[in-house]
């Protein structure tokens, strides 16, 4: 009995490890040494990521460096990963919003820490460090939301490129600074960003440091929506409101309807067809599926 019990934690272990390895892009083999990165990164505090789980299957991801303008410290780049990680585990949750405390979203790193670390191996470290976190938070199988207030500057750009929406309020802009600061971007938004708004767009928004407020973000389909509140917590509660019409229900069929979606995003046709199928068969016969039999709705 013992025996059997080891072997199926063994099996379960690897299947995590095995997981956890597909949801990152680098490893040993591409000089990525994760945990010399964290320890260099933990030397420049300051600011937090804050993490709030609700019931109803939200979580609510705060940016806190507000005399910054929620610029990412190391130690908060090192708390980003570790929040991802605890949202990867959270088996009930449904969806994300990810908002900056002090009504502004993210200016992108902390120009001190940027300076420390200017030699060319400790910026590829740190680029492939947050690629590495921003693609895990992309592939959550959680709805998520960018909540845009204020300024979302070079890195605090390519964070909301990793979420699924992104909701802006009034005076609020997106702005891929880096030309200015003599760089492109390296967290991945500049690929996402092709993704969202092809390549002719992008170029412009990234040879241009162009500022995007919301109705030019609208315009492109960087942005799904402008909210009419400029208050924080106003609007907080109406991404809130606009997100729960697509987390409305079981957790079991929106994170499958996630986890199809990131598939289709990511796969060569055939494997995403294939995953597809399988993603089906976990709700197949499952609580959600039966409980609509016995209902019998009717479509309208």
């Given at each position: ?115 420390e670390i200017s030699n060319s191996q400790d910026g590829m470290n740190m ?61 991945g938004g500049g690929a996402r960003l092709v993704r969202l708004v092809g ?89 959600a599926n039966l409980e609509a039999l016995v209902r019998r709705p009717k479509?309208?």
């Amino acid at each position: 009995m013992a025996l059997a019990l080891w072997k199926n934690f063994l099996q379960i272990t690897m299947k995590r490890i095995l997981q956890q390895r597909r949801l990152s892009l680098y490893n040993g083999a591409h000089g990525y040494e994760e945990e010399l990165i964290k320890k260099k990164l933990q030397q420049f505090s300051g600011g937090s990521v804050n993490l709030v789980k609700e019931d109803n299957g939200i979580a609510i991801l705060t940016l806190n460096n507000p005399k910054l303008m929620n610029a990412f410290t190391g130690t908060m780049m090192v708390e980003l990963q570790e929040r991802v990680t605890e949202l990867e585990n959270w088996k009930d949750g449904k969806g994300l919003i990810i908002h900056g405390a002090g009504n502004t979203f993210c200016s992108g790193s902390d120009l001190n820490v940027v300076k420390e670390i200017s030699n060319s191996q400790d910026g590829m470290n740190m680029c492939m460090f947050m690629q590495n976190t921003l693609t895990r938070l992309m592939r959550l199988p959680l709805i998520s939301v960018a909540l845009v207030q204020g300024k979302a500057f070079g890195g605090g750009a390519e964070l909301t490129t990793a979420c699924d929406f992104r909701l802006m309020t009034p005076g609020s802009e997106i702005r891929f600074v880096h030309k200015r600061m003599g760089l492109v971007p390296g967290w991945g938004g500049g690929a996402r960003l092709v993704r969202l708004v092809g390549s002719g767009a992008a170029l412009q928004l990234l040879a241009g440091a162009e500022r995007v407020g919301p109705e030019r973000a609208l315009a492109l389909g960087l942005a799904e929506l402008a909210l009419p509140s400029a208050d924080e917590a106003a609007a907080l509660a109406e991404a809130r409101a606009w997100l729960s019409q697509y987390t409305d229900g079981p957790a079991a069929v929106v994170r499958a309807a996630k986890k199809v979606v990131t598939a289709a995003r990511e796969l060569p046709l055939e494997d995403a067809l294939r995953t597809e199928k399988d993603i089906f068969g976990t709700v197949w016969g499952g609580p959600a599926n039966l409980e609509a039999l016995v209902r019998r709705p009717k479509h309208k």
